[in-house]
């Protein structure tokens, strides 16, 4: 598997992650199967937040970790906080938020939660889940100065941040921001196309995202590709859907070139942009994560990513 330095730090991870926002619920062999074919891959990162499965995958995750063959310290271990849940805001099985909350004591709360339900004494990174226009420097950096000095979390980031609110964050706290999730993919690749349409006024040209691939380029930040496979917020995958004929031709084709899955050619589409970018994998099936995690090893040639970019219905200005 290939390795990635982790933003500006010397520590070396797998590019792919592997994401246990599924795991609540699962059977605890299932689950550590899920752990052992993710580490067979090369798999060493490992990424959650306090409210999935509202709480129970971080405490599937103990309990399947204790199953597998799998040690702690052989993981690098990340969870997120920030996200309060209201059960009465709802649709499709999915629960919303009813509000975000960055308070000091709040922060805290969520990391000792989290370390609780995963068994562990601490978290290798912490990211803010979202940003909360409420926050406050005192709050936000009281917390993470209580958490390092108590040794309970080593690094710190955050997620779906535009380059202004990781500014702000940073000139509040004295760790250096690691990581920035971001959904990114084929399917979602905003972040590209608005930098090549610059100086455009077609819907290209649109900066969704304040130039956050530049930006955390400059400043050695990890993106980290939430929803690789994923089209929308919650609309479904890409791969084999009907909506997506000519991008599915173009992934077979390419995957029988390579010997690999269409999920395998879906990562390496991520993986090929030098920004070094982290794949985050949902999956707990194991032979979807070792088919996925197969795409790290594949570097695809400029045209073949540019095709691919092309089947996904984008285009050159």
Same mark, same amino acid.
């Given at each position: 598997?290939?390795?990635?330095? *982790?933003?500006?730090?010397?520590?070396?991870?797998? $590019?792919?992650?592997?994401? !246990?926002?599924?795991?609540?619920?699962?059977?605890?062999?299932?689950?550590?199967?899920?752990?052992? %074919?993710?580490?067979?891959?090369?798999?060493?990162?490992?990424?959650?937040?306090?409210? @999935?499965?509202?709480?129970?995958?971080?405490?599937?995750?103990?309990?399947?970790?204790?199953?597998?063959?799998v040690n702690r310290d052989d993981l690098f271990i $990340?969870?997120?906080?920030?996200?309060?849940?209201?059960?009465?805001?709802?649709?499709?099985? *999915?629960?919303?938020?009813?509000? @975000?909350?960055?308070?000091?004591?709040?922060?805290?709360?969520?990391?000792?939660? !989290?370390?609780?339900?995963?068994? !562990?004494? @601490?978290?290798?990174?912490?990211? #803010?889940?979202?940003?909360?226009? #409420?926050?406050?420097?005192?709050?936000?950096?009281? %917390?993470f100065d209580t958490l390092q000095r108590e040794g309970k979390v080593r690094h710190f980031g955050v997620s779906n941040f535009n380059p202004q609110q990781v500014e702000l964050v940073q000139s509040w706290v004295s760790q250096r921001l690691t990581i920035n999730q971001l959904q990114f993919n084929v399917v979602h690749s905003g972040m590209v196309t608005s930098g090549m349409h610059t100086n455009m006024i077609d819907d290209g040209s649109i900066d969704h995202d304040g130039g956050i691939l530049e930006y955390s380029r400059r400043k050695h930040m990890t993106i980290q590709a939430w929803s690789p496979f994923n089209y929308g917020l919650f609309d479904g995958m890409y791969i084999n859907d009907p909506k997506y004929p000519e991008l599915n031709d173009k992934l077979q084709e390419l995957a029988e070139k390579y010997g690999v899955s269409k999920n395998a050619i879906a990562t390496a589409w991520i993986v090929r942009h030098p920004a070094h970018i982290q794949v985050l994998l949902g999956t707990m099936n194991p032979e979807h994560i070792t088919d996925s995690a197969k795409g790290a090893d594949i570097e695809l040639t400029n045209q073949e990513w540019y095709d691919l970019y092309f089947a996904a219905g984008n285009y050159l200005p």
């Amino acid at each position: 598997m290939k390795t990635i330095k *982790l933003g500006n730090t010397d520590f070396e991870v797998s $590019q792919i992650a592997l994401g !246990i926002m599924r795991m609540a619920g699962m059977e605890t062999n299932k689950a550590a199967d899920a752990i052992n %074919a993710a580490v067979d891959a090369g798999i060493n990162y490992i990424d959650s937040a306090d409210i @999935y499965g509202d709480g129970q995958s971080e405490t599937k995750f103990k309990e399947a970790l204790k199953q597998s063959k799998v040690n702690r310290d052989d993981l690098f271990i $990340q969870s997120k906080g920030g996200i309060i849940l209201d059960p009465e805001r709802s649709h499709d099985g *999915l629960v919303f938020g009813a509000r @975000y909350d960055f308070s000091k004591q709040h922060i805290i709360d969520s990391v000792d939660g !989290i370390l609780s339900r995963l068994g !562990i004494d @601490y978290l290798d990174s912490f990211l #803010l889940h979202r940003p909360d226009p #409420l926050m406050e420097e005192a709050d936000v950096a009281g %917390a993470f100065d209580t958490l390092q000095r108590e040794g309970k979390v080593r690094h710190f980031g955050v997620s779906n941040f535009n380059p202004q609110q990781v500014e702000l964050v940073q000139s509040w706290v004295s760790q250096r921001l690691t990581i920035n999730q971001l959904q990114f993919n084929v399917v979602h690749s905003g972040m590209v196309t608005s930098g090549m349409h610059t100086n455009m006024i077609d819907d290209g040209s649109i900066d969704h995202d304040g130039g956050i691939l530049e930006y955390s380029r400059r400043k050695h930040m990890t993106i980290q590709a939430w929803s690789p496979f994923n089209y929308g917020l919650f609309d479904g995958m890409y791969i084999n859907d009907p909506k997506y004929p000519e991008l599915n031709d173009k992934l077979q084709e390419l995957a029988e070139k390579y010997g690999v899955s269409k999920n395998a050619i879906a990562t390496a589409w991520i993986v090929r942009h030098p920004a070094h970018i982290q794949v985050l994998l949902g999956t707990m099936n194991p032979e979807h994560i070792t088919d996925s995690a197969k795409g790290a090893d594949i570097e695809l040639t400029n045209q073949e990513w540019y095709d691919l970019y092309f089947a996904a219905g984008n285009y050159l200005p």
